[in-house]
T-cell receptor
Framework: DTAVSQTPKYLVTQMGNDKSIKCEQNLGHDTMYWYKQDSKKFLKIMFSYNNKELIINETVPNRFSPKSPDKAHLNLHINSLELGDSAVYFCASSLGQPNTEAFFGQGTRLTVV | AQRVTQPEKLLSVFKGAPVELKCNYSYSGSPELFWYVQYSRQRLQLLLRHISRESIKGFTADLNKGETSFHLKKPFAQEEDSAMYYC?????????????FGAGTRLAVHP
């Protein structure tokens, strides 16, 4: 069983569209994250949720809206997609304690044309 | 504020050569530091954490609080070590845990 799974793996869409990326973890973790990896492989935190509550929002445009229906899921919805949103988006989960390992999904490669 | 700096975008070495991937951090509290690795077409995964003081795949990393560094070292690089390496810091922010990463260093080991 895959611990952290994201769908879709690839997403190609036009500018201005709205799209969602889903993430699910079956590890029983209480903390989930979204990271953006740009073309230079720089990995930047976007959001963090703890038990369905938003705890970190790293100055991400309002067009990005995370939603956590339960602590096993953290979805990312993006409105009015722009060319600069093209990147690989990674979901991750952890127990939320400082010395615990984060487990990552395989990533979603978003291409906006 | 938490910050992780990896000064080298690319480190290119020959097989058998020693490797040191640099990582410096900024954090006001007591940090928890990690190295994560991303092999080609694979997901990001934990390589090692400072609290374990272990050697994984021949890699070690020592936390130096005086220099605020956590450099990753291996005495003899192998071709299969070629990957993206990320230094990460886990600390408390607003009562919750925050995990941030450096910009990453691509290690290329040539035959």
């Amino acid at each position: 069983d895959t611990a952290v799974s994201q769908t879709p793996k690839y997403l190609v869409t036009q500018m201005g569209n709205d799209k969602s990326i889903k993430c699910e973890q079956n590890l029983g973790h209480d903390t989930m994250y979204w990271y953006k990896q740009d073309s230079k492989k720089f990995l930047k935190i976007m959001f963090s949720y703890n038990n369905k509550e938003l705890i970190i929002n790293e100055t991400v445009p309002n067009r990005f809206s995370p939603k956590s229906p339960d602590k096993a899921h953290l979805n990312l919805h993006i409105n009015s997609l722009e060319l600069g949103d093209s990147a690989v988006y990674f979901c991750a989960s952890s127990l939320g304690q400082p010395n615990t390992e984060a487990f990552f999904g395989q990533g979603t490669r978003l291409t906006v044309v | 504020a938490q910050r992780v700096t990896q000064p080298e975008k690319l480190l290119s070495v020959f097989k058998g050569a020693p490797v040191e991937l640099k990582c410096n951090y900024s954090y006001s509290g007591s940090p928890e530091l990690f190295w994560y690795v991303q092999y080609s077409r694979q997901r990001l995964q934990l390589l090692l954490r400072h609290i374990s003081r272990e050697s994984i795949k021949g890699f070690t990393a020592d936390l130096n609080k005086g220099e605020t560094s956590f450099h990753l070292k291996k005495p003899f690089a192998q071709e299969e070590d070629s990957a993206m390496y990320y230094c990460a810091l886990s600390g408390r922010a607003g009562g919750y845990n925050k995990l941030i990463f450096g910009a990453g260093t691509r290690l290329a080991v040539h035959p």
